[in-house]
């Protein structure tokens, strides 16, 4: 089970107290954009085995989304970040690096 804590309310709670909204940091196209562009965004998404960027919302608390930092083979949780920020922080980085997953 992971233990996520919130960024914007600083609850933490098991993760059937939030909500999976896939992954984070996507570049969203608009409707000037051509297929292969729109595809990209809507069917192919990283598949990384290790670290990995996602976004998740507090769905039984505050209700807002964020992103959280998690490696998908040992279900470690690097830290959780405001989804306002456009890059994960140099804090959350670090975490990474520190463990040898960079």
């Known amino acids: 089970m992971l233990l996520i804590t919130c ?6 709670g098991e993760e059937t107290e939030f909500a999976p909204g896939g992954e984070a940091h996507l570049k969203r196209f608009g409707p ?3 297929e292969g562009e729109f ?6 998404r ?8 996602e976004r998740w919302r507090h769905a039984y608390g505050c209700g807002k989304w964020f992103h ?3 490696d998908t083979v040992t279900l470690e949780i690097y830290g959780a ?3 306002t920020e456009t890059a994960p922080p140099q804090e959350i980085l670090d975490r990474i690096a520190a463990r040898g997953k960079a």
Do not use: Q
């Open 68 to 70: 959280v930092a998690r």
């Open 81 to 83: 970040y405001k989804a």
């Open 7 to 12: 960024p914007y309310c600083g609850v933490s």
């Open 46 to 53: 990283k598949n990384p085995k290790g670290p990995h960027f």
């Open 32 to 34: 000037g954009a051509d």
């Open 39 to 44: 595809a990209g965004y809507l069917f192919y």
